[in-house]
């Protein structure tokens, strides 16, 4: 019963500061402190899309629809404050499989010490539906913004890329830290995250930024998953296709000042590889070039909602 | 496709003051400007529970989600600001019932000048889910909350009540102008909204004040469609029974120390009549008084997620 699992929510969660009012009213006031700008971001995530609830821990799914979300913020370099989480569930053992939610997205949340601010629980007779709205401010460095990549940048990614199905796409670290640290050293002109895959999230950071891009193959660092993931589906795909292509590695690309980049790549200041795999041009579109030096149009490929 | 649907909102969507940053990002940035607190609430709604879309014109469904969440707001005595918006749309069809649903809900967007930050447009096999989350400033007298009615206080309503299945779940006001003219020129002790029916908010008020009401039945402001609609289903319930617990009036219940609320009835400062329907005691509970004076216990009765 709702009221039942509001009360459990409100003795698990522990108090925080930025919350003058949390669960228990009809909305939540959350302290704003100095800023006068905040971040908002969206994601909702279905069952039989973005998780099989039959075969996970629904802890997991909880977690990945917060980190998905923190994801979007990491990549605008906000650091995150609050979270409204609603969720629609279905109607035989909801109190349980909203309770195991919350369980995995909690230890997540207060990682980041991220105040759940609040949410709306209901039942219904379709499949499980997580919706997660997370609001951040920004850093002095200001906002990472998509539309401001220029000719001449580098694309510099993070991490590796590929794969993510065989199990990253639940357990895959959110670049906010990442994010709030290289905004803050580094002079960086874009930059988006990964979630629909690669080469698509680079297509929609150039149309934004009203340019091109060329990618290097050879460059491109692709994960151990998009190798197993490839051995495992022996289709002819590569381990590179499915870096290009698979998406849910919620890893950032950014657009860097050529000189940027150089010293970022020099000192390598995040515990995860900062890799440049390619360039920004004028021209819009991309282009991929191999080892060899051929070049030819990259078509973008990965996750499109088609409605 | 999603990306044609963001095109085609992307054009449609009068560029608002408060966003530096709209669709298109990550996320979005919104402007706070003075405001040093925030008050956020989310709802989420779905198919064959809070509306039947096979029955109603989407449109009305895309109104009532946004109307519903607006009125969370009202019941704190908040200035909407933002609007983020989340869909998971059936594939056969999505694109139209995406921009029908938009259609619905940007005229009363543009009436409460709310911007639309942002959202998250999906399709999957399931039946349509919206879910939004609005952010939005408190006043300068503050914040209405749900837990500080106190013993002698009188009840006090907006409105009428009951059966509004018959429609007004789909056209009702949402009572945040009411809410902030009443917080500028009153005392108001407490408030909530009725969403889930007039006796269970009734006593989700006391719960959270730690405190009982007593109702006089014969105050409660009965609408004209709780007559029709214990007419149609001539089942022996009576219109005061749908009054106290059909729920979706979206009318606020307040608790109003006893001199204001003497005062605020004698002015009747708003276009839809305030009445004072009982006033709150010490002892924990709900009560009843009929017009006979006899007094009995009320049993919250209205909507509750079960699951």
Redesign the interface.
């Given at each position: 019963?709702?009221?039942q699992?509001i009360a459990w929510l409100r003795e698990r969660l522990p108090p925080h500061p930025l919350l003058?009012?949390g669960l228990?009213?009809?909305?939540?006031?959350?302290?704003?402190?100095?800023?006068?700008?905040?971040?908002?971001?969206?994601?909702?995530l279905?069952?039989?899309?973005d998780f099989e609830l039959s075969e996970v821990d629904p802890r997991q799914v909880g977690r990945k629809a917060l980190a998905a979300n923190l994801s979007?913020?990491a990549?605008?370099a906000?650091r995150p404050l609050?979270a409204?989480?609603?969720?629609?569930?279905?109607?035989r053992?909801?109190?349980d499989l909203?309770v195991q939610l919350y369980e995995g997205l909690l230890p997540l949340a207060e990682q980041y010490d991220l105040a759940i601010?609040?949410?709306?629980?209901?039942?219904?007779?379709?499949?499980l539906?997580v919706?997660i709205?997370?609001?951040?401010t920004?850093t002095e460095r200001g906002?990472l913004?998509?539309?401001r990549a220029r000719p001449g940048d580098r694309i510099v990614v993070t991490g590796s890329f590929g794969g993510s199905i065989l199990g990253r796409h639940f357990d895959f670290e959110p670049r906010v830290r990442e994010a709030m640290l290289l905004m803050e050293r580094y002079r960086l002109h874009a930059g988006?995250?990964v979630s629909d895959g690669l080469s698509i999230d680079l297509a929609h950071l150039v149309q934004?930024s009203g340019c091109g891009a060329v990618v290097q193959t050879a460059a491109v660092p692709v994960a151990g998953d998009a190798h197993r993931f490839a051995r495992q589906l022996a289709d002819g795909s590569t381990p590179l296709d499915h870096a290009l292509a698979d998406g849910e590695d919620f890893e950032l690309i950014l657009a860097v000042p050529p000189d940027e980049a150089q010293r970022m790549l020099a000192e390598q200041p995040l515990e995860v590889p900062l890799t440049a795999i390619g360039r920004f041009v004028a021209e819009p579109g991309l282009w991929q070039i191999d080892a060899e030096g051929v070049q030819c149009r990259l078509q973008p490929q990965g996750w499109?909602?088609?409605?």
């Open positions: 019963m709702e009221s699992f003058r009012l228990g009213d009809d909305a939540a006031v959350l302290r704003l402190a100095e800023a006068d700008e905040c971040v908002l971001t969206v994601d909702l279905t069952d039989h899309v979007d913020l990549a605008m906000s609050a409204v989480i609603a969720l629609a569930l279905p109607r053992g909801g109190m909203a601010a609040g949410g709306d629980t209901n039942s219904w007779d379709g499949p539906v919706s709205t997370l609001i951040g920004l906002l913004r998509r539309d988006i995250d934004e499109q909602h088609e409605f």
